[in-house]
């Protein structure tokens, strides 16, 4: 079966520095790799997804997210962290009946 | 606008009352899924659906149960609650590749 790891739970920057967010995957055959924020309370929302093509993949509100097949990884990356960038991160892989989500990292962006 | 809806979005109840968490979409997809969140933690699926009359259970055992007799509603019952009921109940609905999430409903069982 296809999976995630998002091996940090808690990710702490200072706002206008660069944030990483890590993903690992294991999948059989090419992966499907998605990123979702969730906020306070709120339901996740999409930033970014690899199906093919590109590896340094663009998404909403800055990110981005380089596929790394040697490393089978996807790490979720941007230039400049703000504030309101303090949200919990979900790493996700597409299988067969659904998607299959990591345990999430919360990032705390710091003024 | 196309979009997934979820109602209510808060929900306090005493034990043993039959609550019913609402989910609809208006994008036409034929895979629904009900997932249980405790506040900051992972996603668990409980249920899902490939469409009308199709409902499968999830990873994460649960004592609710859900029906899909139309594409667009995926509604989530549970016939007498619990205080262990107590999380944030999250549906989505999908694409080939790419889920779409409603708001959340935070149910808290007295």
């Known amino acids: 079966a296809q999976s995630v790891a998002q091996p940090e739970d808690q990710v702490n920057v200072a706002e206008g520095n660069p944030l990483t967010v890590k993903c690992t995957y294991s999948v059989s055959g090419n992966p499907y790799l998605f990123w979702y924020v969730q906020y306070p309370n709120r339901g996740l929302q999409f930033l970014l997804k690899y199906i093919t093509g590109d590896n340094l993949v663009k998404g909403s509100y800055g990110f981005e997210a380089e596929f790394n097949k040697s490393q089978t990884s996807f790490h979720l990356k941007k230039p400049s962290a703000l504030v309101s960038d303090s949200a919990l991160y979900f790493c996700a892989v597409r299988d067969i009946r659904d998607m299959r989500f990591g345990a999430g990292t919360r990032l705390t962006v710091k003024p | 606008e196309a979009d997934i809806y979820q109602t209510p979005r808060y929900l306090v109840i005493g034990t043993g009352k039959k609550i019913t968490l609402e989910c609809s979409q208006t994008m036409g997809h034929d895979k629904m899924y009900w997932y249980q969140q405790d506040p900051g933690m992972e996603l668990h699926l409980i249920h899902y659906?490939?469409?009308?009359?199709?409902?499968e259970k999830g990873d994460l055992s649960s004592e609710s149960t859900v029906s899909r007799i139309r594409t667009e509603h995926f509604p989530l019952t549970l016939e007498s609650a619990r205080p262990s009921h107590t999380s944030q109940y999250l549906c989505?609905?999908?694409?080939?590749?790419?889920?779409?999430f409603g708001p959340g409903t935070r149910l808290t069982v007295l």
């Open positions: 989505a609905s999908s694409t080939y590749n790419e889920q779409f």
């Open positions: 659906s490939y469409g009308v009359n199709s409902t």
